[in-house]
């Protein structure tokens, strides 16, 4: 049943699910028991009143995690000032040329790097702006790394491995730059160190710098179908790497394209040239060098004769030892065999115009010995603008991710099975309607990534484990093209109980700061400013069967249900989708609602529930779907009375 659902160009590849914190080092007061003097840095000083070890009055680290690192006598750790005179955290503009491998195995962070550097809110957000070497230095600089749902600070300090004043590790094409060393750095205190970053897998670090899922690929034999494959991944801000796993550890084929080593996809472009157009792939070796010797290549590219010099101005082709190359997208499906996916969320992703990221909701979870599974609601609403799928389907991702393995030094076997439920509140009687298992078993990977298409309806998520009782924690990420208007039931009683603090019970005002972050965090992100407290003191008084002023949780569910069913047909028929009704479009969205109006009680709905533009706002249609359904059921109970 899985597989016979048809998937987007994206799921046609072969898909495969994806694959810490800081370990604390404490350390003695003595110079014979420091680690860094083996390293060849000068012995730590401890401040009496501040408890950080200081070197000539700035910031050290002395949690920097050295001990399981090579003892190498000709290395000195330096700080920048002492490496070059005038050294800059950022010199114009963070960009994927500030990426030069060096020692480590690491390229599977680098490449990583490559590709968030060409998105620079993102990079803004791991790599904090406003820090330098010039006023206000301290030897300290921070970063931010996501883990588990959460994004956390790093602090380092900026003393380098150098060995005859050169770093012996990351480093920039321009020597007097740092911000990308310090990177390596503090995500080198993240996971335990330097070598504990030799050998990975990109899909790791760029969850850890993005907070984004990962998917797996298998780069398909047909070039045709790779162009229509990237180039929605690129718009949607998705991170690319790719590699070949074919030969020995970073041996290079006949053309110069580095077995087992993680390359980054930075763009692709269709290029003009004299007897037609060409559609090429932009690719970054993180070890600046060592580039692809085929057609279109910087060494022997003889095809770029045929590309006028404004042409390649526009692609920015850069002819020189640096790194990257353009190649064709034949020659990338023969040269390459993997690619790694990162799709970003709008949570991360805050470009504007053609990005289209997706839409991510968290879940926190546990599985505990002795209790049912955990189970989670997935609700899909609208269908994919596909126009080359005839069926109404709605695509989604789920991603499954183990807290906290490395430290426990375990990676639970699990699998994801998805139930079609009547509803949202009635899940007595569940249908398996897809399972990672038919395809995959039971996957031991710290995240599993699943990728699916369904009709649109109620649906019922159980993460498992391949054995019972087992003890762990996990975060289940359910992500979409598009989001839910407002949030399902069960997420709404984690919003009843963050707001209601003063009791089992919802005030207008609860209800005004509940819809209003529910509001802001859906596809109508913006219209929660239309919400006014007016809106939910009616919503309270029209719900309320005890006359109290507030609502219990049952009213409150029931009001809740209501809001998300008038929601559901908002989105239907907002045509043009810019988050409001016209005026030409309410009568049908009321008729959707069971509810008909002749062209009077419609007059008077424009006079008193339109926007000044003869438009119905997202809090509006709910605010007046309210009235009118409280309307027909006073009426209703008063034919009944009669």
């Not at 968030?116 to 990079?123: A, D, K, M, R, T």
């Not at 749902?149 to 790093?154: A, C, K, N, P, S």
């Not at 969850?207 to 899922?213: I, L, N, Q, R, S």
Request: proline residues 6%; contains cysteine.
């Amino acid at each position: 049943k899985s597989r016979a659902i048809k998937t987007s160009p994206e799921a046609e590849f072969l898909t495969h699910p994806s694959m810490s914190e800081t370990q604390k080092q404490s350390r003695k007061n003595s110079s014979d028991s420091n680690p860094w003097k083996s390293l060849g840095s000068p012995t730590l000083l401890w401040s009496p009143t501040s408890g950080l070890p200081l070197q000539d009055g700035l910031y050290t680290d002395a949690r920097f995690p050295v001990q399981n690192m090579p003892i190498q006598t000709d290395v000195v750790w330096k700080r920048p000032k002492e490496i070059c005179p005038f050294p800059q955290f950022i010199a114009d503009g963070a960009t994927r040329m500030d990426i030069c491998q060096g020692e480590l195995s690491d390229c599977w962070f680098l490449s990583a790097v490559a590709s968030l550097s060409l998105n620079p809110s993102l990079l803004n957000l791991v790599v904090p702006s406003g820090q330098g070497f010039q006023q206000g230095y301290n030897g300290c600089f921070n970063f931010r790394f996501w883990q588990y749902g959460e994004w956390i600070d790093v602090r380092v300090d900026d003393r380098l491995p150098t060995r005859n004043g050169q770093l012996i590790y990351l480093r920039s094409s321009n020597k007097d730059e740092f911000w990308s060393a310090l990177l390596e750095k503090a995500y080198a205190k993240l996971k335990g160190g330097y070598n504990a970053l030799n050998m990975g897998f990109p899909h790791e670090a760029m969850a850890d710098m993005t907070g984004g899922v990962t998917e797996e690929f298998m780069v398909p034999p047909d070039h045709r179908k790779l162009g229509s494959f990237l180039r929605p991944l690129l718009q949607k801000g998705a991170l690319i790497n790719c590699a070949n796993s074919k030969g020995s550890f970073e041996k290079s084929n006949e053309l110069g394209i580095l077995f087992r080593h993680a390359y980054s996809v930075t763009g692709l472009e269709t290029i003009k040239t004299t007897v037609g157009s060409v559609e090429l792939v932009r690719i970054r070796n993180p070890w600046g060098k060592a580039e692809w010797e085929g057609p279109w290549s910087d060494k022997k590219g003889i095809e770029w004769n045929m590309v006028s010099a404004e042409e390649q101005r526009r692609v920015q082709r850069i002819q020189q030892e640096d790194g990257e190359f353009w190649m064709s997208l034949a020659d990338f499906c023969q040269n390459f065999e993997t690619m790694e996916v990162c799709h970003l969320s709008q949570d991360t992703l805050s470009e504007s115009g053609i990005i289209k990221p997706w839409k991510c909701t968290s879940h926190h979870g546990q599985w505990i010995p002795q209790q049912g599974p955990p189970q989670y609601s997935l609700t899909l609403l609208e269908e994919d603008d596909d126009p080359s799928d005839p069926e109404l389907t709605c695509s989604f991702l789920l991603a499954l991710m183990q807290k906290c393995a490395r430290q426990r030094g375990i990676l639970f076997p699990v699998a994801l099975h998805i139930y079609k439920a009547r509803s949202e509140r009635d899940a007595s009687q569940l249908s398996l309607v897809l399972s990672t298992t038919k395809d995959l078993g039971y996957v031991q990977r710290r995240e599993l990534v699943f990728r699916g298409r369904l009709a649109p309806g109620h649906y019922i998520i159980i993460p498992s484990t391949s054995e019972a009782n087992q003890v762990g924690e996990f975060l289940l990420r359910p992500m979409s093209p598009r989001l839910a208007g407002l949030p399902p039931v069960n997420e709404a009683k984690d919003l009843f109980v963050k707001h209601c603090v003063k009791g089992p019970y919802c005030s207008p005002l609860d209800l005004y700061n509940l819809l209003t972050e529910a509001i802001a965090k859906g596809v109508f992100a913006g219209c929660e400013k239309k919400l006014s407290l007016e809106h939910c003191k009616s919503f309270v008084v029209l719900m309320d069967s005890q006359g109290m002023g507030r609502l219990d949780l049952t009213e409150f569910q029931a009001l809740w249900e209501k809001l998300r069913k008038w929601t559901g047909i908002f989105m239907t028929f907002d045509k043009n989708k810019n988050q409001a009704l016209d005026y030409l479009e309410i009568p049908a969205a009321l008729t959707a609602a069971g509810i008909r109006v002749d062209e009077f009680i419609l007059q008077l709905i424009g006079l008193r529930y339109t926007e000044p533009d003869m438009t119905v706002s997202f809090p509006g249609f709910l605010f007046l779907l309210m009235k009118l359904d409280c309307m027909m059921r006073k009426r209703a109970h008063k034919s009944k009375s009669n």
